[in-house]
Nanobody
């Protein structure tokens, strides 16, 4: 069983930075792709960034060049460094792990990020 616990959210002014972390428990972490999603009030959850086992990452166009996703397989952690934050980055950020064998998605409880203008 996989459990994901996010941390690092908070309130920041536009132009500021935050670093989100996600700690995973369970086996097989290094094999599975990880991602960060966010959900703004009244909107659907959207993919922000993802990273596969090799370290290759992809980003939503809206965060390209400002956010960086990374993973530490030994520590079973995935991080999201968010720079030059904008008010439209506000939302609840969720850590995701997708099991490559079962395609089951695991989610953390979410962490709130609020960017004030």
């Amino acid at each position: 069983q996989v459990q994901l616990v996010e941390s690092g959210g908070g309130l920041v002014q536009a132009g500021g930075s935050l670093r989100l972390s996600c700690a995973a428990s369970g086996s097989g972490f290094s094999l599975n792709p990880m991602g960060w999603y966010r959900q703004a009030p009244g909107k659907q959850r959207e993919l922000v960034a993802s990273i596969v086992s090799s370290g290759k990452s992809t980003y939503a166009d809206s965060v390209q060049g400002r956010f960086t996703i990374s993973r530490d397989n030994a520590k079973k952690m995935v991080n999201l460094q968010m720079n030059s934050l904008k008010p439209e980055d506000t939302g609840v950020y969720y850590c995701n792990l997708k099991n490559i064998f079962t395609s089951h998605n695991y989610w953390g409880q979410g962490t709130q990020v609020t960017v004030s203008s």
